[in-house]
């Protein structure tokens, strides 16, 4: 594994660091939108105190800060594979180009002693997963990995109800920020009524001392809601995502095809208006983890 000279320095100083996907970049949005949405997201982590690294894999070499030029690289090419933990030593073994995932962004930012990440949406339970099974590695990570991972909820194509049913299964904290619902990802209104509800980052902060210090095994799950005057019509986007659905099924579409298959087409749906949230979350959920990850690092 190869650990950037900047994202190197700040581990040894104990600066505030925060851990990025790359599967957003390969399999997430199109190019050029992918490569100026992941400089934009290093952009905002940098202005609000901490330092991006934004990990992904390069001839079998897990590499945690990756540089313009990479990330630019990693933008234009064909073919980069998803991986997930299942995936990763052949990836490695092979010496491919790999895009992380949430899983395995989150083992190896773990490795290299990274506790914030910040992605769009995690992976969950899939709509009709009690008759398919499908339901993603994230959701295992977040129950054994000691990452916590501040996103805009699951991915709206999800089945949400069931996939907070099975964090809270395997003991994953799970925080809403400023929320008594919990974040879906392209609008504020899920329905569901969170319990734990925090206001700060330093609030967040002090949840992950407190889980880390009693060696409470698994990560922990920030939801921040989308901001609201970049949320998208409930009707609307729901509307797009029961006709991709519909679609995905007609083609028989499957395993990690799925969700990019789902994200282009509703985008395709919105003329879009999703890309564009999708774009204005992260940036948002950036900023909250630029800030988590200050907390922690005057606490230590």
Not at 54 to 77: A, C, H, L, W
Not at 183 to 196: P, Q, V
């Amino acid at each position: 594994m190869r650990i950037a000279e900047n994202v190197k320095e700040a581990l040894k100083n104990g600066l505030p660091i925060v851990a990025l996907e790359s599967t957003i970049i390969s399999h997430g949005m199109p190019y050029p939108k992918n490569v100026e949405t992941a400089l934009l997201v290093e952009e905002a982590i940098k202005k609000n105190g901490a330092v991006p690294a934004t990990i992904g894999i390069i001839d079998g070499e897990p590499i945690v800060g990756m540089s313009k030029e990479e990330i630019e690289q990693f933008g234009k090419r064909k073919g980069i594979k998803k991986v997930s933990r299942r995936d990763l030593p052949i990836v490695i073994a092979k010496k491919e180009w790999g895009a992380t995932t949430v899983a395995t962004t989150m083992i190896l930012a773990k490795k290299a002693g990274i506790e914030v990440f910040v992605t769009g949406g995690v992976g969950g339970a899939h709509r009709k997963a009690q008759q398919t099974f499908d339901i993603s590695a994230d959701l295992e990570e977040l129950a054994q990995t000691e990452v916590t991972v501040v996103c805009a909820g699951v991915k709206a194509i999800l089945d949400l109800p069931l996939t907070l049913e099975i964090l809270e299964t395997k003991g994953v904290t799970v925080l809403s920020y400023r929320s008594d619902e919990f974040a879906d990802f392209y609008t504020r209104h899920s329905g569901i009524k969170m319990e734990n509800i925090v206001n700060t980052a330093e609030e967040i902060a002090d949840v992950i001392k407190a889980k880390r210090a009693f060696d409470l095994k698994g990560g922990i799950l920030v939801a921040n809601p989308i901001p609201e005057k970049y949320a998208m019509d409930d009707n609307v986007i729901n509307g797009a995502i029961e006709t991709a659905l519909d679609e995905a099924e007609k083609q028989h579409v499957s395993g990690k095809d799925v969700t990019p298959f789902l994200l282009k087409t509703i985008v395709d749906i919105t003329k879009g208006e999703s890309l564009e949230a999708n774009i204005h979350l992260v940036i948002n959920n950036a900023i909250l983890g630029a800030a988590i990850a200050k907390s922690l690092a005057e606490r230590k």
